[in-house]
């Protein structure tokens, strides 16, 4: 009788690319809450989901 070990599942470490974030891939979490929001109820009904989805892309970096 046979089994595999934990050993051999381990997977391949994969090399390490730094790639910049994209600002469509930033906050995934927050954007979807602002975008669902504006769709829903309006852009002038969502200012504090779109200003936490700016504060967010801020804290990664980006200017807006």
Do not use: N, Q, Y
Request: hydrophobic share 30%; proline share 8%; aromatic share 2%.
């Amino acid at each position: 009788m046979s089994s595999l070990s934990a050993a051999s599942v381990e997977s391949a470490p994969a090399p390490e690319e730094k790639k910049p974030l994209k600002p469509c891939c930033a906050c995934p979490e927050t954007k979807k809450a602002r975008d669902s929001c504006i769709i829903e109820k309006g852009e002038e009904s969502c200012s504090e989901l779109i200003e936490a989805h700016k504060d967010c892309m801020r804290a990664l970096g980006f200017k807006i």
